[in-house]
Structure formats: C-alpha cells, structure tokens
C-alpha cells in the first residue's frame, strides 16, 4: 500500500511542480512588460500551490517514516527504493524520480530568472531615481577647518616689528 501513496504522492508533486513553472513563465512575461500589478497577481496564486507541494513533501517523508521506520527522517529516495521497492520495479521508480528532478530543477532556473529579472529590473528603476532627482553629496576632503570657529580678530597678539 505504501507504494502506491508513494506513487501518488510524486505524480502529484510532479504535477505541481510543472503548475508551478507555467506560472513561473508567465510571472517572466509579465516582468518583462513590466507589469507589477500581473506580478502580483501570479504570485498570489502561486502561494496555494506552494503549500500544497509543502503537504505533499510531507506526506512523502510519513510513507517513508512508516516503511523505513524512526531513523528514515534523512532518507534519501533511493534508500527507500532499495528497502521497499522489488528489483524490478525500481527503474519505473527511477524514472518517475528523475521525471521530479528535472522538474524542480526547471523551476529553480526559472525562479532564478525570475530573480534577476527583478533585481536588475529595481535597480535600473533606481538608476533613473538617481538620475532625475541627484543628490548632493558633500565632500569631507575639500572643507574649511576653521568652519565653527570664532573668526580671527585684527590684533592676533603679535607685534608686527616693521613699522
């Protein structure tokens, strides 16, 4: 039994992952067009499919718990094929777990993208901010010592011997 929700459990990952790079791209598009308010917007619907994928995983880590036992909290997904899984079977399985890897990392590079996008997006806003309103900076190397002082007074104590 716990092969099959181990099953259901990565197709349904794997089906969330692919919803999550389709929004991923569309979040690309609409930062590209510079569209803040679509941004949003995709990251708002973005948020139930990450908790999803979030019970998902752990859905993953009980199936793994229940069939490796307490000591499966760090274990790998290939260490439960080879406990679990018939000899086989475990190159479906293998399959179907590099089918999820490819799809995360499809994401992560997207997000990544995405990320830069942003990053280099905000800092040419930035750029014309500074262009259109410059700000004065003054320099602490070129400025007058005695600013703050008392001004010098004519008679400054000395006799002045050549009159």
Known sequence: MS???????????????????????QKRDAIKAGN????????????????TLSRLEAQREKVMGEDLGPESEQASFSEWAAAILPEEKRDEWEKLY????????????ANTLNQTLLR????????????????????????????GQAPAS?????????T
């Open 36 to 51: 803040a308010e679509a941004v949003g917007n995709i990251t708002e619907k973005e948020t139930p499919l990450v908790e």
């Open 154 to 162: 004519v008679f400054s104590g000395r006799i002045d011997s050549r």
């Open 120 to 147: 280099d997006s905000l800092l040419w806003v930035n750029l014309n901010l500074g262009l259109l309103k410059p700000q004065t900076h003054t320099l602490n190397n070129y400025h007058n010592p005695r600013v």
């Open 3 to 25: 092969v099959n929700q181990m099953k259901q459990v990565l197709e349904a990952m794997i089906q969330c992952h692919d919803a999550l790079y389709k929004m991923a791209e």
């Open 98 to 109: 590099l089918e999820l890897a490819s799809r995360v990392y499809a994401l992560k590079q």
